[in-house]
């Protein structure tokens, strides 16, 4: 296959049998052992490239889950000297920590300790998560005073081979600033030279370069984000409604019958795009409880997957949100990149819904949700409809391929928020690359 990551498109398809039960037992060494004799017999063609996913995903899945059970522990009573295995145990069946059978054995997410302190009445011995919400209150504020508020934000974006490259072809990808209705006054305001900048409404918007002679690459830029600010509720929306978006986009959004069963559920009695999105808004944002995940490759049937263990970090819950959408007839679509204050910028996903004569409106289902966890009913509101002004759009579709297409295996082939790397038509995972984001400045307006 020319394009490795195209593979994925295959997930869907069942595993042999026997691979399928060595993996579920953890016995990943004998799991790639079948994979390659599978890969030996020409005669099974049409298997390969779900096989070669899964050769690849099982090769990196000790990486996003490198914690046995006794060092899982250890890690929590370091913090919490008094957990007894049974709370240890009841934090694992009730779903905050993710987990994967690896060499015979059940190990832990690396992010697990993330997970479990954001739940500290389940975790009482561990410290919470520190959060300041009183910037982000006052930014809510004046968006609902104002009508809409705005940011100038200046980004400094970097990415670099782990280890020096000894003049190998080197390929890098990192976002940029896409042309959307949120964003303007892009710039580019310096870069590595030798770039290439993809069109301004690319659906992964990329500065990418190429070369022998260096390994590592920067680009600074800036743009105005405005963020309206309105009650969803009080809009009047066309009698017939576009069908445009409703489809869907394997694997991932996956029109499964237990999601179309849940679609018409939440969705029953609803008239118009606003009262259903909103409901399967609420539903997510009241059920669905925030988890750091894996790398995505990892991840399997993720709107499906969600919506029956409801656990999912941003990027899960918003396609679930979407799906459902489009499974009750409203257009959704995926939008992500960064999501940036004075003091930082990190990755983050949302959504989007279609509600004519309207156009596009938004829904950050994992905001939501942490509104309904930290008791702020308000903040969960905001977050059907609105958005804010710290973000950075530089992906509108979910596995979109980059600017050129990175052929060699990815980081992330579903979405691109830190930057991709190959070298010699390797691509690089999360240790082969260093990846870094600098808010240079940040003003709202």
Known sequence: MQNKNEAFLHLMDALPADVARRKAMGDIQGALRLIDSYLAQD???ELFPRLEVEKMRLGRLKDSYPYDRAKALSMIREEWPGCTDAQFDALIDGKRMD???VDGQMHFHSGFLSSTRLYPGEAPGLKPEAEDHQKRDEMLRR?????SLSALITLKATIRAAAPSAGKKVQAWLPFPADCPQQ???ELLEATGGYLLAPADAPARTIYWESTQRDSFEVVYRYRH???????YTLQCDSVQPAFDT???LPHIAFTPYLKALAARLTEGKEGPIQKAGAIYDYITSHVDYRYQPAYIQLDDIADSCAKELRGDCGVMALLFITLCRIAGVPA????GLHVTPEKAGAHDWAMFYAAPYGWLYADPSF?????????PERTRHYFGNLDPCRMVANSVFQAPLTPPDPAWRHDPYDNQLGEMAIDGEGMDGHGMERTIEVVSFDFE
Request: with cysteine.
């Open 247 to 249: 489809e869907e986009a």
């Open 99 to 101: 987990w994967r059978m």
């Open 368 to 376: 939501g949700s942490g509104g309904r966890r930290n008791g702020e």
């Open 143 to 147: 968006m609902k005073e104002k009508g």
């Open 333 to 336: 679509r995926w939008q992500s």
């Open 226 to 232: 405005t963020a309206p600010c309105m009650d969803p």
């Open 184 to 186: 303007r006054d892009i």
């Open 43 to 45: 005669c099974q063609r």
